[in-house]
């Protein structure tokens, strides 16, 4: 079975410094890795992925996220957050041998001015 | 081009009562996937469609919920009697392909509340 884990809530941050909002993941086979990004009232929308090469991928506004397999990590980050980044990050996972993609609980980012 | 739809937005319905929920897909997206957050906690999968075909329904919580995608372009998502532990907000999303390069596009969802 796939799962995801998203262990912070809510992660805080002034506007200008760099970002993480952390992922880990579980699967039996290959990791297909995304993340996507829910504004209020609005669908997730896709942020960026992973499924092979570099472990460092860039994705839309200026996100990027760095896939680690021995630690099975795919944290999302971003060197100077914005107050427009405010919103609610999810991580998920797909094992490259399905087609269901598993998502995590969420983290809410709060950008502070 | 226009993205997935769903409707209602929003629905407040007693326990014991049947909501209906639709999705309209991207033109010419071929899967069909619906997804539930209920009370904060994570996005469950609960079925996903190619065309008109149930391709995995093993995330429907019951039989009270019934998806249907007759001629594989709209779906509904049906709840009969609806229960106070469905509240939450149905996702729908679409994609193009199977493969990890095919993104799943999601609708705006419906907040669906039973009091």
């Known amino acids: 079975a796939q799962s995801v884990a998203q262990p912070e809530d809510q992660v805080n941050v002034a506007e200008g410094n760099p970002l993480t909002v952390k992922c880990t993941y579980s699967v039996s086979g290959n990791p297909y890795l995304f993340w996507y990004v829910q504004y209020p009232n609005r669908g997730l929308q896709f942020l960026l992925k992973y499924i092979t090469g570099d472990n460092l991928v860039k994705g839309s506004y200026g996100f990027e996220a760095e896939f680690n397999k021995s630690q099975t990590s795919f944290h999302l980050k971003k060197p100077s957050a914005l107050v427009s980044d405010s919103a609610l990050y999810f991580c998920a996972v797909r094992d490259g041998g399905y087609q269901k993609v598993t998502f995590g609980t969420g983290t809410k980012l709060q950008v502070i001015p | 081009e226009a993205g997935v739809t769903q409707f209602p937005s929003h629905s407040v319905i007693e326990k014991g009562q049947t909501v209906t929920l639709r999705c309209d897909p991207i033109s010419g997206h071929d899967n069909l996937y619906w997804y539930r957050r209920v009370m904060g906690k994570e996005i469950k999968f609960l079925l996903h469609f190619v065309k008109e075909s149930k391709q995995d329904e093993s995330g429907m919580p019951n039989n009270r919920f019934l998806a249907e995608r007759t001629g594989g372009t709209y779906s509904t998502l049906k709840v009969q009697p609806a229960e106070l532990e469905d509240s939450g907000v149905y996702f729908c999303?679409?994609?193009?392909?199977?493969?990890?390069?095919?993104?799943?596009?999601f609708g705006n969802g419906t907040r669906l509340t039973v009091t």
């Open positions: 999303a679409s994609s193009q392909g199977q493969g990890a390069n095919s993104p799943l596009h």
